[in-house]
């Protein structure tokens, strides 16, 4: 009974008036909420449907329903293309941060060494120092390289981010060190028993770390603009979204359409694998 | 037994080298050899002859568009900050009182968090055209991301809204770590849930108002993607979306002159430093007193 008064806004079933009142006003509030978070999406999905003419019309359903904004984005506007490079891009950037990412988290988390102590600041110290500031110093450096105007530059500076590295360490450091000794007294080496015995242990924080980081290059727009702006066999969704905006910012259907394409991959392994996205945005932030 | 530290420790080196090869060539040496860029005339082609000496850092120092871009972004952060945190702790507690549908509101709010910025600001800008939807359901005519004098408080809305979910998350789990028989006592006292809630949950929530605040603080200063796809890159209208990331990208890439983006990058990231220490000082008062 006691919970039941203590939960802050608890919609027990009403009693008095004022109790009825309250809830009443409660579930009002949440309804607004809801509908600023859902509308926007549900009304973009509706103008994706829409010819045209029909997309400045404030209506919910479509009239005539078409499909021909999709159709024209993916085909004519090279949506495909853009959507392949960033599938190509997750792809080689998710894989490399798995691999190096578990090899260095490793390394801090079991093996000791001298000098480790100091290597990890430094590792906390990249995780500190903003991204975006590594513009111009990494922009020259690559075109002194001949690294622009294909995808290896991009590859090169995510291969693995100090985040990635600093969550496998906290995931190692939990895993009993029963399965290493085991592993030791069958005689297996430290390389083997990182990956026959550590790496499998860890697939949950592999789980986390994987949906991520695909998230991240996914949605990356600042290093795209800055590397591929201009070049447009390189484009990825987000640069080819904004660049299709800036070019035809009347075409409502095909905007709409070109931003769920956008979306998409994302919300289907979000509805899917809801609990990583929670878990992993709050182990690497509070741990931290 | 010392063979086998020896080996351990070769071990060690040899799992952490190719992560550190990435992070020294990529994150530290850049910081490094942005300094260097900054004391040169750096142009498209490269370095030109001559050392600039601190021409570069007075030249940022002086240029009023950076005097704006420092500007907007404090207003922008000072703005967003309060606004997502009290939005994100609204929905939290939301989500932790017993409602129907709890997961699906829960998935719904974090939603705009974690889908692409891009995606978010184009449906947006499309939702808020002067002829779009939003004005013509409720009788507007606002130019929301055309006009100088709204710009600003359109970005600060839409980010705090897609922000707050991500807060929200954060909360959530501050929320659940505070054990049940507090609010027993409250109740006990006869305190109502307003009073449970200004007497006992903000107060015992400090440590996550801490965090978030230093966490999208820091966050809400690389303002760019926003900007950058309102304005097309230009931070127009009349600067009012010029912000110093993008102030950064336009000296190089509009202005062709890398020697004074870079000695603005390194004013920045010393701004930001001593922003991130003063706000660790502060907290570590805040949670010792």
């Keep these: ?288 | 037994m010392r063979g086998a530290r020896l080996s351990e420790a070769v071990w060690g080196y040899g799992f952490a080298f190719v992560p550190f090869a990435v992070f020294g060539l990529f994150f530290i040496y850049p910081f490094i050899y942005a300094v260097y860029i900054s004391f040169f005339h750096w142009g498209i082609l490269g370095k030109q002859p001559g050392a600039s000496g601190t021409y570069n850092y007075s030249k940022v120092l002086h240029d009023p568009v950076f005097h704006i871009a420092l500007k907007n972004i404090a207003e922008y952060a000072l703005a967003v900050v309060p606004l997502e945190m009290a939005l994100g702790l609204s929905l939290a507690l939301i989500i932790n009182g017993k409602i129907r549908g709890r997961n699906f509101f829960r998935s719904g709010f974090y939603f705009p968090s974690i889908a692409s910025s891009v995606a978010i600001t184009v449906i947006i800008l499309y939702l808020f055209a002067p002829h779009g939807p939003f004005n013509t359901f409720f009788g507007f005519s606002t130019d929301w991301f055309g006009s100088a004098s709204t710009v600003g408080w359109s970005i600060v809305g839409l980010n705090a809204w897609t922000t707050s979910g991500t807060v929200m998350i954060f909360y959530l789990a501050a929320l659940q770590s505070i054990p049940e028989d507090v609010y027993e006592a409250s109740a006990l006292d006869g305190a109502g849930s307003w009073r449970t809630f200004w007497k006992i949950t903000f107060p015992l929530l400090r440590p996550a108002h801490f965090f978030c605040l230093v966490v999208f603080g820091i966050g809400a200063l690389k303002l760019f993607d926003q900007s950058y796809i309102v304005s097309n890159g230009t931070g127009g209208p009349n600067y009012a979306t010029t912000t110093p990331i993008l102030y950064i990208y336009r000296q190089a890439f509009a202005n062709y002159d890398f020697g004074v983006a870079a000695a603005a990058g390194v004013v920045f990231l010393g701004i930001i430093l001593v922003l991130t220490v003063a706000q660790w000082f502060t907290i570590g008062r805040q949670e010792a007193g």
């Design chain 1, 1 to 288: 009974m006691l919970q039941t008064v203590a939960a802050a806004d608890a919609p027990i079933p009403g009693k008095t008036p004022s109790q009825i009142a309250r809830r009443a006003l409660f579930y009002g509030l949440v309804t607004i909420l809801a509908l600023v978070f859902f509308v926007p999406f549900v009304y973009t999905i509706s103008t994706s449907f829409k010819t045209i003419p029909d997309s400045v019309n404030v209506t919910l359903i479509p009239h005539p329903w078409t499909t021909s904004a999709w159709s024209t984005v993916w085909h004519n506007y090279d949506f495909a293309t853009y959507f392949k490079n960033s599938f190509f891009l997750c792809a080689v950037i998710v894989s490399c941060n798995i691999f190096l990412g578990a090899l260095g988290g490793y390394a801090f988390a079991r093996l000791h060494f001298p000098g480790r102590d100091l290597l990890f600041l430094i590792v906390l110290a990249t995780i500190m120092v903003p991204d975006q500031l590594r513009l111009i110093p990494i922009y020259v450096m690559l075109v002194n390289w001949h690294l622009i105007g294909n995808f290896s530059g991009y590859i090169l500076i995510n291969l693995v981010t100090a985040t990635n590295l600093f969550f496998m360490r906290q995931y190692f450091l939990t895993i009993p060190k029963d399965f290493e000794e085991a592993a030791k007294l069958d005689g297996a080496g430290q390389f083997k028993t990182f990956w026959r015995v550590m790496l499998p242990l860890a697939l949950p924080a592999i789980g986390a770390l994987t949906i991520l980081q695909f998230q991240g290059t996914w949605n990356d727009f600042f290093w795209p603009v800055v590397l591929f702006q201009g070049q447009q066999h390189l484009y990825t969704i987000q640069l080819g979204l904004a660049n299709l905006r800036f070019a035809y910012s009347s075409l409502w259907p095909e905007i709409a359409a070109g931003s769920i394409i956008a979306i998409l991959p994302i919300l289907v392994i979000f509805l899917a694998l809801q609990r990583f996205f929670v878990s992993g945005a709050v182990t690497a932030g509070v741990k931290g």
